[in-house]
């Protein structure tokens, strides 16, 4: 399939294949926030049903970190809220009246309080109830700085999320992504809910790419200010970045190694795009692929010995395995005649991926063990999925209407939700 009809047919090859980008970047210190929404266009059918009642005094003017927990648990689609007016905030087990939880149908019942010590930092306590055994099950204090009682407020989801549902929540955790707005590209890094996001680069043309180090101190991504694709990897801490692949041709598609020293990635320097092999910090480049094919967009498994990968050596675009040391490939998906944008799943059993059919381009999962395909979702252009760090979830990007969000999709397609931030948001991927 040319590029030429890829883009006839509304779909961008480039954010697919990685192979022909157009990308300038100039790293720019500060933060670029925009107003943000989350929709939930899908639900569990069988919720929890929580309580959650205020940490702070009704009125308070400071945030009350029970709001980003009742935010955090309502957006995973796993929770039903429990309305807590009138029965006020108990912060011991005897003196919650469970009873009168139970007559309001709560399951669970989320408590807290937040006092201000004499530093100015705060310190916040939680206690997680089981309201049908009258149980406590979880309680845990935390001092901050007033600026952190939002991230507490995520850690205090994660907890209860873990709790009830018997895995680790995805609150806590961080996202990058492409964010178009008055004409410019951001790279951005934020919250999971979209908070926060600070612009770690800005360029007046396209950004793709990018993806986390195994540490979630790092970023690698394709820079095309130097007239070409160039890989560069930047380090959050210190804003500092180096161009690792600056081969002739194109560099592009990085992939970290689970260990986070090496980079698989996708370079035509020496014939069509094929899949290579460098040091973290840059330097000589090993080849892996061989042969006349396009291969392109590598990704680890989890454990480090395979490399999944796009190619159309079998004449249409198809996700193919190899060992990490290089070797024969073996092809991964057959249903439909494109596949693409491989995204292994934590735990290494799945593969998530962009599925073509003839309603559009769509994230799917395919279950490694026994080749089962599901399609999850029913966007038109679906694309760039990647994993949450608890394997439970799958961000993409999607275009609703005439804008490019984010979105998620649960593993068993039940659950959808929307992330909306002012302007085109595109090429997103969860910190580790």
């Not at 309680?139 to 709790?163: N, Q, W």
Request: net charge neutral; proline share 6%.
């Amino acid at each position: 399939m040319t590029m030429l009809t890829c883009l006839t047919r509304g779909f961008r090859w480039d954010a697919l294949l990685r192979l022909i980008v157009v990308l300038a970047v100039t790293f720019a210190p500060g933060a670029a926030q925009a107003s943000m929404t989350i929709d939930i266009v899908g639900g569990g059918a069988s919720q929890i049903a929580i309580a959650i009642a205020p940490f702070r005094q009704p009125g308070a003017a400071d945030l009350d970190p029970a709001q980003i927990v009742r935010a955090d648990l309502e957006r995973s689609g796993l929770f039903s809220l429990v309305d807590s007016a009138g029965l006020g905030a108990p912060g011991e087990a005897q003196t919650v009246a469970f009873p009168q939880w139970r007559a309001r149908k709560a399951d669970a019942l989320a408590v807290g309080q937040v006092s201000t010590l004499p530093d100015g930092r705060l310190d916040i306590r939680f206690r997680l109830y089981d309201v049908v055994r009258q149980s406590q099950l979880t309680g845990f204090s935390f001092t901050v700085a007033p600026a952190k009682a939002r991230a507490i407020g995520h850690k205090i989801a994660d907890i209860v999320y873990e709790k009830l549902i018997g895995v680790p929540g995805n609150f806590s955790g961080r996202i990058a992504f492409v964010l178009k707005h008055n004409g410019r590209y951001e790279l951005q890094v934020a919250d999971a809910d979209g908070y926060n996001n600070i612009a770690i680069m800005r360029s007046p043309e396209p950004v793709i790419s990018p993806i986390w180090s195994p540490d979630g101190g790092r970023i690698a991504y394709v820079s095309f200010e130097r007239k070409k694709p160039v890989v560069f990897v930047q380090d959050l801490a210190s804003g500092q970045r180096k161009a690792v692949a600056n081969f002739r041709g194109s560099n592009s598609a990085p992939a970290w190694s689970p260990d986070g020293k090496k980079l698989a990635l996708a370079l035509s320097k020496d014939a069509s795009s094929q899949i290579y092999l460098i040091d973290a910090e840059g330097g000589a480049a090993e080849r892996l692929t061989k042969g006349g094919a396009l291969d392109t967009e590598p990704a680890f498994s989890p454990d480090g010995n395979w490399l999944y990968f796009t190619s159309d050596r079998g004449g249409s675009p198809q996700i193919y395995r190899m060992r990490s040391s290089g070797g024969s490939a073996s092809r991964v998906t057959f249903d439909g005649a494109y596949n693409v944008s491989p995204s292994p799943s934590p735990d290494g059993s799945r593969l998530a991926f962009i599925h073509q059919n003839s309603s559009g381009f769509h994230v799917a999962v395919i279950e490694l063990a026994t080749g089962q395909t599901q399609v999850l979702t029913d966007g038109a252009q679906d694309e760039s999925p990647h994993f949450a760090p608890n394997g439970r979830s799958i961000l993409y990007a999607t275009r609703l209407g005439d804008r490019e969000v984010l979105a998620t999709v649960s593993v068993d397609g039940k659950i959808k939700q929307r992330l909306s931030l002012t302007g085109d948001l595109r090429e997103p991927v969860w910190a580790p």
